[in-house]
């Protein structure tokens, strides 16, 4: 936020605050010859006592959208008052990103975005007023680079792919229709790494949905394994991945209509098998997730 009036100029820190939060608004005055002038802050309408003759003022903003009136006088001898005002309109503006990655049904987390995946933000703007979403003007950037070509009305949510190194900003800045700008937010981009995890599947209990660990024992005569990735290209359903199963590092057959199970019998006596599973999707940048059980038969 910044103000100015005659030369006068006041600017706000942070520029544009949240709701409930320290705000130091400061004179401003490269340009104006200051030196010897008596300094009056008023906070809506009322004199503020203590940071008289301050160069600064120090205030805790309003709830969402409530606005607080900064004004500050300067006057000297023979000399007319010069004054200046900023309003502070708190205003929360958060990013919300949805990864287009894959995860299985019953996992009731968030699916988290891996490099070249695709995945969607969406501004959310909260500044107390009730303004549909698609009246607020919106410029995204991701680093130095604007996106888009510019403001655009309505455009609160955008598709894009995650970039191939960490620690990229997201950047969008939210305008109204008239052209002000009512605040920014940003978010840093972090890709996380593909999982792969196992559960078991039996004739009698169904789908267990709690991770079976290596080294596994094995109960009845047949049962089947599940691989399921985690946070990769979410077309892997679409017979866009090699699924690949090994049993002691040779090559296992497994059902193409279900690529990521394969079913086990239990043949003669005990013993140990290492089962391994891998996904490799089929895209530009490929990406491969692997892992590996090991098995006791009794």
Do not use: C
Request: net charge negative; charged share 20%.
């Amino acid at each position: 936020l910044h103000a100015q009036t005659a030369g006068l100029s006041l600017i706000a820190d942070p520029e544009f605050p949240l709701p409930h939060t320290e705000t130091t608004v400061t004179i401003d005055d490269y340009s104006l010859d200051t030196v010897g002038s008596n300094i009056t802050w008023y906070v809506d309408g009322v004199e503020q006592p203590n940071a008289r003759n301050e160069r600064s003022l120090k205030l805790i903003s309003g709830k969402l959208g409530e606005k607080s009136v900064v004004k500050v006088a300067l006057s000297r001898a023979n000399t007319s008052v010069l004054s200046t005002t900023l309003t502070i309109v708190p205003t929360q503006i958060d990013i919300i990103l949805e990864a287009n990655t894959y995860v299985p049904p019953f996992y009731a987390g968030r699916a988290l975005p891996t490099r070249d995946s695709m995945m969607r933000a969406t501004a959310v703007v909260n500044d107390g007023t009730g303004t549909a979403d698609n009246a607020y003007v919106y410029q995204w950037s991701i680093g130095p680079t604007v996106l888009f070509g510019g403001k655009t009305k309505g455009k609160r949510t955008v598709d894009l792919e995650m970039p191939h190194y960490d620690d990229v900003l997201l950047f969008v800045e939210v305008f109204s229709a008239e052209g002000e700008m009512l605040g920014r937010s940003a978010i840093t981009l972090l890709a996380t790494e593909p999982e792969l995890h196992f559960y078991e599947h039996s004739p009698l209990r169904g789908l267990r949905e709690r991770e079976i660990l290596s080294p596994y024992k094995l109960i009845g005569e047949e049962t089947t394994i599940y691989g399921e990735p985690y946070f990769v290209d979410s077309r892997i359903k679409e017979a866009d991945a090699i699924f690949t199963w090994k049993i002691n590092y040779e090559n296992a057959a497994h059902d193409a209509d279900t690529p990521n199970a394969l079913t086990l019998r239990h043949v003669g006596g005990g013993g140990e098998s290492l089962v391994s599973f891998s996904v490799e999707t089929k895209k530009r940048m490929p990406q491969f997730v692997e892992s590996a059980l090991r098995l006791i038969f009794e």
